[in-house]
């Protein structure tokens, strides 16, 4: 992706991002976090994840359904972190489709009624609000949800951290991206002050 699309992406400005289907008050208990609440890059992937498990007729969004979106369905930020954290995405793909094979089917099939989260989705969604709070960042973005994916407690995707997802890794993988990203920034803010400079001359 060129360096704004990417930068659109990570930015966490605040943003309206649209609702689509996604929505964590569907899930019968407490959660400190809505749609209001994650960029709009976010919301997609989450609301992709709902789209997933109802395609599929899984029972609950499941933390399998969110990473399969981020790093196998999204050709942007997922699967750049991946790369970045020197993993091979087909890899990736192939342990994700197995533990989406591997969750109950719900026999009703959505008859009229939304999706449901599973409370390991709740705690994913905990865990990358605390990422996104210790970044001091205004919005949920998606390396808030893949620091959240590769977390040791999350014990549902620990098939992933066992590839070689380690926290370390990713973090390491959004950290580059980011410092990328500031250098791009820079870079281009330098470039229209000497525009403005020669302008002025």
Known sequence: LPGDAVLSLLRMEASEPQLDRFSIRAYDGS?????ADVTSSCNAVLSGSSGLCEE???ARVEPAHVAYRLFVSDQGIGRQILERAGLDPEQVKAVLQQMIEELPIHAAAFSGRGVTFSQQFVELMKRARIEQRAARD????LDHLALAICNEATES????????LS???VRAAV?????????????AERQLRAEA?????
């Open 31 to 35: 959660l400190d976090i809505d749609a």
């Open 56 to 58: 599929l007729r899984h």
């Open 138 to 141: 205004k919005l949920v973005g």
């Open 197 to 201: 400079e020669a302008a002025a001359a």
């Open 175 to 187: 950290d580059k991206l980011k410092l990328g990203l500031l250098r791009e920034q820079s870079e």
């Open 157 to 164: 995707l620990r098939a992933l951290i066992e590839l070689g």
């Open 167 to 169: 926290a370390a890794e």
